[in-house]
């Protein structure tokens, strides 16, 4: 991306997710706290899904951070469907997604209750995420860059509405509950990104040295273990608990049953599991997502 016109930091995409949406009612309150971070760019706040956020839900239909892909946003859908609706009108707003967009940059805050601290998700090859993120890894304690190659047409994702994004998420914390430290930390991040933001308009982050930083590229999510009624039969393993971002050999024990049993990681290949024992992911059938770790200069 040349150069960065307009920002969209949104809040709320998933309704229980407090983080963000209290960074918004703060910030409207207060717009002097996040205007003059980028004078070049228009910075707008968005509160993506009011109606989850009121029922203090991930969602009130259907996961509207899943509900951004071009087939589904072109797909004409249950008109009684909050989410499908609300996708299709922030995509007629801020988008339309593709290389047409009005959005240039779109920093979606979310929390998990992983003990993720701080994930920068980083879902295209774009110089200015790329840059900015590897900065904020250098700055700030307990941060970490996952790449997510999915093409982007079809990602689902809100930030994918814009040409490029970041999604900061945070934890860990249970849903529906706030964390002051973490809270602070994401409010000083965002800040950065938008100041970093500012650099990259008038020429100056690009003249700074890149650095080298640890990059989590996604490989490929994995389930629970489960019987034949599909129910789940093995809970995480007691020693992955709250170890995102360790490394786990192929043999390494990563479930138990709930008789005792180990039972072993089956992959063949060494990764980096993150997303372990997230709670909104019981439902997608998603025990954790493993990452492939290497260091790049970014
Ligand atoms: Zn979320």
Redesign the pocket.
Known sequence: MSSIQTIIVSGG??GN?LTGIKLLEKWSKHPELYTNRCPTAHVELVHTNIAASRLCRRYADQDL?RSFSETLLSFVGDPENYEMRRAKELNAKFGPKGPKTRTDLILDV??TEAKMGFCLIISAHDPFTMRASAELVHEFPDTHIYYQPEERSMSPYFGTLAKADICLEVGPQSHGTIHADLFEQAERIVIRYLELAQEWNRGLLQQKKKKSVDVYTQYKDIDYPRDEAGEINAMIHPYWQDRDYSALNPGDPLFRTFDGESLPYKGTRKVWPIFINEAAYYEKKIAMSLTLKTREEW
């Open positions: 995409t998933h997710e951070n979310h929390n």
